[in-house]
């Protein structure tokens, strides 16, 4: 969805969108979206910057960090991005940014594109680590074995040979 910022008026404008799957590349092999993601919000704009904020709902599987099973999760979260013009933007390279400025993006063409800022804050808002379970034992790194189902018995005492000059030292 597009969002034309000359087409709107200083009154916030209301949108809900299903976003297909195929139409968000997230570059994560490790995460699946299952499912229309769910894009409620409002678009408002001011004199120097347009507002969008909003919910975003959908449900992925995520590969466990250990074992790389796929672990079904649900997503519900909200968010809040402004928008500038290029001129409005400050440019100086030596300026710290605040917390809202983070926040803050860059338009140049005078679009807002929903599919992108669903990409984003779903990137954002994924956890960085996922375990089918606390006890996941994880795979063998010798065998590949998963040991959650199979105790693959593989020598855990071989030294990297890296550190072998260490192995004589006192």
């Known amino acids: 969805?597009?969002?034309e910022l000359n087409d709107l008026d200083s009154e916030p404008k209301r949108f809900d969108v299903?976003?297909?799957?195929?139409?968000i590349d997230l570059g994560l092999d490790e995460v699946v979206i299952k499912g229309d993601v769910s894009v409620r919000g409002e678009v408002t704009k001011h004199i120097a910057q347009t507002d969008l904020a909003g919910t975003i709902a959908f449900a992925?599987?995520?590969?466990?960090?250990?074992c790389l099973k796929p672990?079904?999760?649900s997503?519900?979260?909200?968010?809040?991005?402004?928008?500038?013009?290029?001129?409005?933007?400050?440019t100086s390279r030596e300026k710290e940014l605040s917390g809202e400025e983070l926040s803050t993006d860059v338009l140049p063409d005078g679009q807002i594109d929903v599919?992108?800022?669903?990409?984003e804050q779903i990137l954002l808002n994924?956890?960085?680590?996922?375990?089918?379970t606390e006890e996941c034992k994880g795979l063998c790194p010798k065998c590949g074995a998963?040991?959650?189902?199979?105790?693959?018995?593989?020598?855990?005492?071989?030294?990297d040979p890296r550190w072998s000059a260490l192995k004589n030292f006192k």
């Open 75 to 90: 997503f519900l979260f909200n968010f809040d991005v402004s928008f500038v013009s290029p001129e409005d933007f400050a």
């Open 60 to 66: 992925a599987d995520i590969d466990c960090a250990r």
């Open 126 to 132: 994924l956890p960085e680590q996922v375990l089918c």
């Open 115 to 119: 599919n992108d800022v669903v990409r």
């Open 146 to 159: 998963d040991r959650n189902l199979i105790n693959c018995n593989c020598e855990e005492t071989e030294t």
């Open 1 to 3: 969805m597009i969002i």
């Open 71 to 73: 672990v079904p999760k």
């Open 18 to 23: 299903l976003v297909k799957p195929e139409e």
